[in-house]
């Protein structure tokens, strides 16, 4: 099931404390290209058709990266714009099983980012 814009966007904003939807929606830009730079085939197919028409499209057209970066250099990558706010709502819309297979195509440390600690 897709997330309306709206939704999506609300939920960003309240994580992110971004004190207009302006914002939440610039966050969201910056964070979703930069993933789907890591991700690749159905997987990516799969989380595009949840997220929001224009989201996706983002998802799907995504910077262009030689090699995936470590949750780290992610942060840094995306420092102005609140990861733990955009990130959590993608594991939210995604779901537990595509969350799953989304994290078995990202190095270590992701599942934190997503808010969805794995056990080790």
């Given at each position: 099931m897709t997330l309306r814009r709206e939704a999506f966007l609300a939920h960003v904003?309240?994580?992110?404390?971004?004190g207009t939807v302006e914002e939440a929606e610039r966050a969201a830009r910056v964070v979703l290209a930069l993933l789907g730079a890591h991700l690749v085939g159905e997987v990516r197919a799969q989380l595009a058709a949840r997220l929001p028409e224009g989201f996706a499209l983002i998802l799907l057209n995504p910077l262009q990266s030689a090699e995936p970066l470590p949750p780290e250099r992610f942060l840094r990558a995306?420092?102005?714009w609140d990861v733990s706010a955009v990130l959590p709502t993608v594991a939210d819309t995604a779901g537990d099983d595509l969350l799953g297979q989304i994290l078995l195509q990202l190095p270590v440390g992701f599942d934190l980012l997503f808010g969805r600690p794995q056990p080790t």
């Amino acid at each position: 099931m897709t997330l309306r814009r709206e939704a999506f966007l609300a939920h960003v904003k309240e994580r992110g404390e971004y004190g207009t939807v302006e914002e939440a929606e610039r966050a969201a830009r910056v964070v979703l290209a930069l993933l789907g730079a890591h991700l690749v085939g159905e997987v990516r197919a799969q989380l595009a058709a949840r997220l929001p028409e224009g989201f996706a499209l983002i998802l799907l057209n995504p910077l262009q990266s030689a090699e995936p970066l470590p949750p780290e250099r992610f942060l840094r990558a995306t420092a102005t714009w609140d990861v733990s706010a955009v990130l959590p709502t993608v594991a939210d819309t995604a779901g537990d099983d595509l969350l799953g297979q989304i994290l078995l195509q990202l190095p270590v440390g992701f599942d934190l980012l997503f808010g969805r600690p794995q056990p080790t």
